[in-house]
Every structure is written in structure tokens, then in C-alpha cells.
């Protein structure tokens, strides 16, 4: 191996492709007018914008179009440099140095240093989940001057810029994170992004105004790395809870884009003159993950017995509708096209109940007809709802009683961070750049699995530099899984949105999910 681990060759080890599939960019955004405003209908907003203080991926959207880290993942999930202009690696794999994109400013005017990186992200290693990974890779952060910044690994491992890929990264100026903290979130949003965050109000939506002195990179437009176009003069993120105000607003022309559609809301768009569905393959497992730590679920052969006990067509069908929205794939990593996608230790026949399984594992658990406290956040998320009490009932023909609470967003996400107060919740898992940024198996996530030979295992490929070794670790991490069940999938489903006809480079493929920075509002008439 060369000396210096650079730029070209690290990100084709994280991802496992040749470095001449990465350097090939995918096609950019088409060239577009700007002007006129962006108007989005989404189904839930979290009480503040900052990224960093939830582990629940659905609340980043609004980060994602105003900040930026110091690297961004491309159409194929792998991180290319954002604010990055260069990074290499020492001849022991123990230090990352990273070069600084020169020139840059924050919203507030501010410069962007060094010591914002280390800001940003040492707030970061504080928090739960992918914070809890980089802090577990990294013994420190800091500035070696005003435009490098020096991460001193605890081993050699090729997994640091895919955890500095994601929202939870984003880079803020050191001022505006005084008095925040890993569960604090700041006031505001001073980032480096193409747009600014105008006004945020948790119950009624955002606006975002693009940002004039916005420095873009030059390579292609691709996901979250490379040039971001802002071709709307404003973007304005609409609270709709209700999948059917959505649908109707778009219809009317109230808004532009609906967000998260019912698959049974594809005929009304598809047959309405002004409006377009959209489906987006492979978007995101659908789960229920089980709390470890404590509690009825803690027991092992009950999990075993529930993942028997379940058929998970009706499941998926009761959630998602029609059959051509979704799959029934048992994989974790659910976009085929990674190369992390595999069915190691997937028991035979997956989504079949066996009513010989359960009543053995029953017998072998301590099971003595407790309720499972099964928390969902169904005004917001109506799969969550959907879901559970489609198993509930299917858990019920065995004995296994369950009892949904139901909860606001704020109190769904304070509930299940705390062991004491659930048994099991509803949740969904999308394609994760690396094995080692899935949150699910981070032992701070809600749900707490802790299995020291799953702690072994993410050791190994946390410090494991060869491709295809680290993809065999990763197969016995998805084995253990579907040995152990702290989580259960149903199914793999696709993502149908509805657009008013006319806007430009929509998003079609998961990756792109929030780059709505280079998604064009259709012309005025």
C-alpha cells in the first residue's frame, strides 16, 4: 500500500469499488433557471433544527439543505470531500489530517476554521449513535492551524470519512454552539451551506433563502457531494401531518412536493393532469427494534419467538399498500446496489410464520404474559401505527400480548431513549454508507444491544482495512442478528412522493432523498 492513504483510494476501500468507479462521477443536475420558491409538504418537523441532538434520521432534512460537513455522500454511498479540500492518512493509519477548502464563510460572516471542525465535531463524538462511533474511533480532534484539522485514531481504520459524511456532522461556527451541547441544540443553524435558515417554527414548517455569498464545489452534482445548484430562490418545508392534506395541497397546487404518500395515492396523481407520482426503490427497511437492556424483551427466545410468530406480507401490505411498493427482502442494507447488501444467516423461509418455532422458544423464555410496551410516533409516522398493530394482532394468536402507545414525535423520541419506559419500538433503517455508521448497532442507540460478540465483530471491521474481509465481518454481524433479534425487519419499501409537473431534477434514486438545493420549482405560469 502507498505511504500516504490519499483521497482517491480511501473512499474505494470504505465502499469496496475500484477507485477509477469512484473518481467517475455520476450525471449532475441538469442545467435549470433559478428563481421562484420551492414549496414542500412534510409530514413532521422536530422541536429544533440542529441535527445533532436526534438519532431520528427523518428530522435532518432541514441540516441537510443548510449545512455541510466535511464530507458528503454521492449517488453510490460513498463520501466524497465537501468542505474538505484534501485529507491523507500517516504511514501507522493512526492520523487523518484534513486540508481545509479555503475562502469559505459561515452564514454569520465568520471564516470558517479549524476550530469550528473540532467544535462541531467534538459536540458530535458526544452524542448517541454515529456520535458514539466516531468518539469510539477517535482518541482526538484538533486544529493544527487555521485550515487543518488533525483526528488522532484510537487504529488504523478506513471508516472516518463515512462518519463524517452525514447530517449529525454538519459544521457549525464555534460561536453559535456556546450554551449547546450533545442533547442542547443551538439557536439557529450558522452553517456553510447553499441556504440560509430564515425562520423555523416546530409546528408549522421552515423557510430557507438562499444564500448569495454560497461558495460551491466544482465537480459534478451528485446526492450530497459536489455542486450544489440552489435553483430556488426560497425553500419553504410545509408541516402536514396528514398524508391526505399533503396529496390534496400538492393537487390544488398549494405545494410543489409532497413528501411520504400512501402507494394508494398513486392513481389520483398519476391521473391528474398538473401532478406526478414518484417511486423511489429500495428507500428504507421497516422494523421494530427491541429494547435489550431491560425489560420482557431483554429475553432472547421471546425475540426469537416473536420473529417466528410474524407473516411479514400482511405486515408490509397493511403499511404500504400495494405489492409493487415494496419488497420482501430480509436484508439490513436495503439498496441492493451497495456494496454492503447481503442475507448471511437469514433462517429458511423469511417472512413465513412457524408456529413449531415459537411455541419452542416460548418454552425456553420467561415469558409470562407481560404486555410488550410498543411505542409509535403515528401522527407523524402513520407506518409506525400501521406496522405495529398489524403484528400485534399476528403476535396475539400466540399468546404474546402487546400494547401500543401511542405519542407525539418529541415524546416517541424521549420514551425510547429511555430503557425504563419501553419494550419495543417501531423505527425504519435506510441504506448507511457503512457497517460501522449503522445506528442500530451502536450500543447508546435506543434498544441498547450490547452483545459482547457483536462488540468483537464491529471492532474487527472498525480497524479492518481490505474490502472484502470487512464485508465477512459484516456477514457475521448480519447473522448474529437474525440470531440474537434485537431488531426485526418485515420488508424493504419504496418511497413514493407526488411533484407538480414541470419540477426539475427530481429525485429518483435514495440517495438523493434531501438534496432539494438542486431540485428546480417548475416554472411560473
Known sequence: MNKKRTLTLLPALL?????????????????LKRGGNLRIGISQMAPSPDPVVTTFGVNWGTSYIVCEGLFGLDEKWTPQPMLADSFKYSDDGLKLTVALRSGLKFHSGAGLTAADVVASLNRFRESAGIGA???????SI???????????????????????AGAQSAIMSAKSLEGASATVGTKGLDCTGPYTLTSYQPDQGAKLTRWSDYQSRKEPASAMSGAKYAYADEINLRLMPEPSVRRDALITGQIDIARELPSDFFDALKNNSGTEPVVVPNNQSLTVVFNTKEGVAADVNLRRAIYHALEM?????????????YTLDPSWIPDPNSFWYTKAGVPDGFGKPNAAKVKEYLAKSNYKGQPIRWLVASEQYQKHYLTAITASQQLEEFGIKVDIV????ANYIQARANAAQMDAFSSFL???VDPTSIAYLNPTYPGFWDNPEKTGLMKQIATTIDPKERKAIFEKIHALAYDQFPFIKYGTE??????????GNPQRIPARSDDFYNVAPPPAK
Do not use: W
Request: glycine letters at 8%; charged letters at 20%; a positive charge.
Open 313 to 325: 406480507e400482511p405486515i408490509m401490505q397493511a403499511s404500504v399498500g400495494k405489492k409493487d411498493f
Open 494 to 503: 419504496s418511497n413514493m412522493y407526488g411533484m407538480r409537473k414541470g419540477v
Open 133 to 139: 462511533s466516531l468518539k469510539a474511533t477517535t482518541k
Open 142 to 164: 484538533k486544529a493544527v492551524d487555521d485550515k487543518t484539522v488533525e483526528f488522532e485514531l484510537t487504529s488504523p481504520s478506513p471508516i472516518l470519512p463515512g462518519l463524517l
Open 406 to 409: 401511542q405519542s407525539p414525535m
Open 430 to 432: 435506510p441504506t448507511y
Open 15 to 31: 465502499a469496496g469499488i475500484s477507485a477509477a468507479a469512484m473518481i467517475a462521477a455520476p450525471v449532475g443536475a441538469q442545467e
